[in-house]
């Protein structure tokens, strides 16, 4: 017998094959023999020394060694950070020009890491830029959210072997934000709670899905896990939007952040992931329904049309045991 | 620039890229030498003198020539016909027993055909068990909402080459359909006629996506499309029970399945697809604002942390070129 479990947060139904399950360790990557990549690569365009390949240059964080961070315009942009969000309106049509955002974020001059592998901080510089750049364009009147997200690996959608994620700004709120919204204000009005907040608590007294946590954050898989290893990170502060992060969260988030990332590397031998930082519309600053987190996706799984005609996933993987297993990977001392 | 439209029926923003968008035919397969298929494969549970290999048959579709189409349990259902949905509530979690069915519809006794390479009188009897096994189902008060898919290609998630679709039957309305269920009654409800209605009549007076129409059905880019190659297959007469079709109406839409799919076959050479017939849920039967019918995704891109993040598509084909390149595509004699 399979179960349906309900997602409260994305009011998703997953179908989680209990007793059919696999064993964690069979989702792992195949191992196959690579070359090692280089630490600098003469073509890459994001490489330390290449820095004039790329597009224009919206922030860069340095240190005494140079720059350690840098985002810049994407070269083949989704949208564009020109003119106005022109509106048409034909019959049942409605359509928008392409004005936002689209960068590119190099998370460091080297070609070869991955955050995974990364000292503690270089990964809080790649939050700090994070931050920056939310907080520059949130405050551009003709955005409407912001999407941080990551791609690592071909099967998540990125053909660029050196380290990078991207920040797209929409003119408009996704629709699959505002429902999610919605159902939280639903859940608040029922409850006079964040059903954030409420998770957080319940995976915390439970402590079966969770895989790690600090003094500011919680990494956990989530009830009903969309598929195998979905990991959620939420805050436990209580707060909408993800520029509201203070400084000593961003280091304490590079951790946990690392932390995961290093299990799943070293568990499931560096699968392909995506993950996203899930914020509120820049309009909103601070409610008391909804909480901003990182959801990440390793993908180990490959969507089929029953995904797409119902909206619905079957879960090959029990969170439970996906994250007794992620708990139980060690990441080596110089890992 | 590129252009956000909204696609009316799933409330989706789509990200067209106009001007930088690939022409058509550069979403084609790469051709591989492949090893032709044969006819019949001795381990394969589907072929025609295998049928012992199969779990339990639920209906075969005969002719003078032997069974044409069968319908079977899954072997790894994802949900099964025994027992009740028996609910589960603790704090905020909820789940569900995963009482439902979930079946593999054998399309043809032979291993090496296509839905694109079949006569038009096979592609009939496939729809033929698709809406005896769709009536069947729909009365068990069990299920809530039945979805018939089909995974063409690994790229689209299947491992067995021989034709065939599914059919599972969940116990609960999916979410998705929920909240497509809400924005076509609040279509409704605004104007008094059917959201999907309105889409065909305007379609058809502007032309410009349109791939192939026949008597009874329309195939065409929907103006949002949410990837390259995307097509709806929608009913002209307002129905929105997929097995309220009659058969005059599946003669017919097995002529326009099949040219869809030749196009695609042709056209892009073969490409992995998914299509899945969207249904009203179990419990009801007319409604004014409801339409049934098939959407179709050719497996042409990946979708990537920016889609998993925001619920967006980009879309680097402009679906009005699309549309023009697959009705100029042309169906050999023997095809």
């Known amino acids: 017998m399979t179960e349906l479990r309900l997602n409260a947060i994305t009011r998703d139904w997953v179908i989680i094959a209990t007793e059919r399950a696999k064993r964690p360790e069979e989702f792992a990557k195949p191992h196959r023999e690579t070359v090692p990549m280089p630490c600098y690569s003469p073509t890459c365009p994001f490489c330390a020394g290449n820095e004039d390949f790329t597009e224009l240059e919206s922030y860069r964080l340095n240190d005494n060694r140079g720059w350690r961070v840098r985002a810049v315009y994407n070269k083949y942009p989704a949208l564009f950070p020109v003119g106005e969000a022109i509106r048409k309106v034909a019959g049942i049509n409605r359509s928008l020009s392409g004005v936002g955002f689209h960068e590119v974020i190099i998370e460091h001059p080297r070609h070869d890491l991955t955050i995974a592998l990364m000292e503690i901080e270089d990964v809080a510089n790649i939050i700090r830029v994070y931050r920056q750049r939310y907080a520059e364009i949130r405050h551009d009147p003709r955005i409407a959210t912001i999407i941080i997200f990551k791609n690592h690996g071909q099967g998540a959608g990125t053909s660029l072997e050196h380290p ?31 059903i954030f907040c409420r998770t957080i608590k319940d995976e915390l007294a439970s402590r ?21 290893f979905h990991t959620w990170i939420f805050p436990r502060r209580h707060t909408s939007c993800f520029d509201d992060i203070t400084d ?40 008391d329904y909804f909480h901003w987190y990182i959801a990440l996706i390793p993908r180990t799984t490959l969507a089929a049309g029953f995904e797409l005609g119902s909206g619905m ?3 090959t993987a029990l969170p439970e045991e996906s994250a007794s297993f992620l708990r139980a990977v060690e990441i080596p001392a110089n890992g």
Do not use: M, W
Not at 208 to 228: C, D, G, K, T
């Open 164 to 194: 990078h994620s991207q920040l797209a700004a929409t003119p408009i709120v996704p629709y699959q934000l505002r429902i999610r919204l919605q159902e939280a204000i639903r859940y608040f009005d029922d409850t006079g709670e964040c």
């Open 248 to 287: 000593t969260e961003i280091g304490d988030l590079a951790k946990i952040l690392k932390t995961v990332l290093a299990k799943l590397y070293y568990g499931l031998n560096n699968p392909d992931y995506n993950y996203t930082i899930r914020s509120i519309p820049t309009a909103e600053e601070r409610t």
């Open 208 to 228: 079966e899905r969770i895989i790690a946590e600090s003094e500011h954050f919680v990494a956990f898989i989530p009830y009903a896990a969309l598929s195998p």
């Open 313 to 315: 996933y079957i879960n």
